[in-house]
Structures are given as structure tokens and as C-alpha cells.
């Protein structure tokens, strides 16, 4: 069984960074797709950043347009973890954030929004 325990998130300033973690535990992370949602009150989930590993270490990243630019996925394999650097954040891009976990990687893109496994969501709030 997989699980995904996502942290990070809090209330910042525009212009300000966040970098929100999600640790796996239950499976490996690469030949898998790993990404990071969110949700917004009101609105429609929308995926915002994708990572697929290979066993050489080589990763295929895939961003939103939204957020090309301003974050980046990344993986830790020794730590089992996918972290989202976040920066110059926009009072958009406040949502709850959910990692999720896709085993074998099947359709992993920058358009993937539906995953087999999700973390609980960690809430980000971009806001002066």
C-alpha cells in the first residue's frame, strides 16, 4: 500500500517561496509518475507539476503552463521524497496542494489528473 504524506504549506506573502515535501513510503519512486495538485475553492482540480524517474536517474518533468517558470519538482530517492520548490507565488496559486502517486507512470504528463493514490493536501495561501 501506498502512502504519501505531504508538508510544507502555509500562508505567505506574494512574491514569497514555498517548498512542499511528500514522502512515499510503501513503494519506490521511480518508474512512477509523482505529481502535485491542487484545488482551489470553487474550482475544478488542475495538476501543476509531474515527475517520472528512470532507473538511470534521468526524470521527465512536465509543469502547467500556470506555473512554468516558478516551480520545480524534484526527488530525493535516498529520502523517498518529491518536493515542489515554489517560488515568486501569486495569490492564484493559493489551493490546498495534494501529491499523488501513479504506479508504472501511466500517462504521465503535464495534463495527467487523475492518480491511484493521493496525500491528505496541504494548504498554501498566497496573500498581503
Not at 517520472?52 to 523517498?80: E, H, W
Amino acid at each position: 500500500q501506498v502512502q504519501l504524506v505531504e508538508s510544507g504549506g502555509g500562508s505567505v506573502q506574494p512574491g514569497g517561496s514555498l517548498r512542499l515535501s511528500c514522502v512515499v513510503s510503501g513503494y519506490t519512486i521511480n518508474y512512477n509518475c509523482i505529481g502535485w495538485l491542487r484545488q482551489a475553492p470553487g474550482k475544478q482540480r488542475e495538476g501543476v507539476a509531474h515527475i517520472y524517474t528512470f532507473g538511470n536517474g534521468v526524470s521527465r518533468l512536465y509543469y502547467a503552463d500556470s506555473v512554468k517558470g516558478r516551480f520545480t519538482i524534484s526527488q530525493d530517492n535516498a529520502k523517498n521524497t518529491v518536493y515542489l520548490q515554489m517560488n515568486s507565488l501569486k495569490p492564484e496559486d493559493t489551493a490546498i496542494y495534494y501529491c499523488a502517486y501513479e504506479p508504472y507512470g501511466a500517462g504521465c504528463s503535464a495534463q495527467k489528473n487523475e492518480y491511484q493514490y493521493w496525500g491528505q493536501g496541504t494548504q498554501v495561501t498566497v496573500s498581503s
